[in-house]
């Protein structure tokens, strides 16, 4: 530990050169250990609005924080005004170590990844079954970033009055991944926002789907005390959808304590931060088999032991397929 007074050295003091009367910096920072425990409910250029015991508070990143920045779903520790008054203004001076993360990359070629939400505990797969149409791909790179960033995947099929779920549900059956079907009818009756909520008691849960696909109406029908977004449309032509949210928010589920966080719409999920012996993880029926598998090993590739090991009737052979599949998506474009 360094110490100051007559055994301080150049190493203990920084000063900026070409300036006079500049009072010297030291590398030891304050502990805060009277900070006040907040979390991150959204994130606007650089300001950071956090929910501190019952009430809103309006805060920046300090700047001993460096690069290190704060995402929706963090913990932190803030010091300052914490009364959430107008024009008031604290400031976030520890972000706690996180329990999951999702992070996405603009795309498979980049590689600054980005972190979306933080402490989640699972990520909903919001998808319409037709208006737009499916895309599976898109599910398969979602559920990849979940598995990767240590959250457990549910999907959420909407507008099931225009077409059946089963095709889609078969392609991911052998991941004994939960599900909801909703149609609008029983979105409008609240019979379909009451299957949903059964998933999200006592969760954080993170939205995830593109544009169209009816996920912010569904956030909407959720939340309905804090209705603040508009929903889209689909325009008739070109199957998109227009973005209606442009940022991450976080709410909470009236009558439980989960929490929802509605993420922006997505044309596309970057994979290239994913590291498959991550994603094995989710499968655990086949972990123990990849030990005799090559240092670095994709899981597919002809040394992979993962063949042995299913041949030998440790795994069924559709759960290595659909590791496969899904690992196969960093490699292939959304819309091949």
């Known amino acids: 530990m360094r110490r100051y007074g007559k ?20 590398n030891i920072r304050p502990k805060h250990e009277d900070a006040a425990e907040g979390l ?28 290190k920045a704060a995402v929706v779903g963090d913990r932190v520790a803030l010091v300052g005004d ?18 999951s993360v999702l ?16 402490n989640a505990d699972q990520l909903a797969v919001v998808t319409a079954l037709a208006d737009p149409e499916p895309r599976p791909r898109l599910i398969d790179r979602c559920l990849v970033a979940a598995y990767d960033g240590g959250l457990d995947p549910l999907l959420v099929l909407t507008k099931s009055d225009l077409a059946p779920p089963e095709k889609l549900l078969e392609l ?47 956030v909407n029908a959720l939340v309905p005390q804090e209705q603040r977004r508009s929903t889209g449309h689909v325009n008739a032509v070109t199957g998109r959808g227009r973005h209606t949210t442009t940022s991450a928010l976080a709410l909470p589920l009236s009558d439980n304590d989960g929490w929802v966080i509605d993420t922006p719409g997505v044309r596309s999920f970057g994979l290239n931060h994913v590291d498959p012996s991550r994603v094995i993880h ?16 994709s899981h597919d590739e002809p040394d992979c032991a993962l063949d042995a090991w299913v041949a030998e009737g ?23």
Do not use: W
């Open 314 to 336: 440790h795994a069924d052979p559709a759960r290595l397929y659909s590791l496969r599949r899904l690992l196969a998506t960093r490699e292939r474009k959304e819309g091949d």
């Open 82 to 99: 914490l009364t959430g008054r107008k024009d008031t203004l604290a400031r976030i001076v520890r972000i706690e170590e996180r329990t």
């Open 172 to 218: 991911y059956g052998d991941l004994d991944i939960p599900y909801v079907v909703t149609s609008r009818a029983e979105l409008e009756s609240g019979v379909a926002v009451d299957r949903v909520r059964e998933q999200l008691d006592g969760k954080i849960t993170a939205f995830v789907g593109h544009s169209g696909v009816g996920k912010t109406t569904l």
């Open 7 to 26: 055994h301080t050295d150049e190493d203990d003091i920084r000063t900026r050169p070409g300036r006079r009367n500049t009072r010297p910096r030291t």
């Open 282 to 297: 989710a499968f655990p029926d086949l972990e123990p088999g990849t030990e005799g598998c090559p240092r670095a090993c």
């Open 40 to 67: 991150v409910l959204t994130v606007d250029r650089g300001r950071l609005t956090c929910l501190v015991e019952d009430r809103v508070v309006m805060a920046m990143k300090a700047r001993e924080l460096g690069r």
């Open 103 to 118: 992070r996405r990359t603009a795309d498979d070629d980049d590689p600054f990844e980005r972190v979306v939400v933080a």
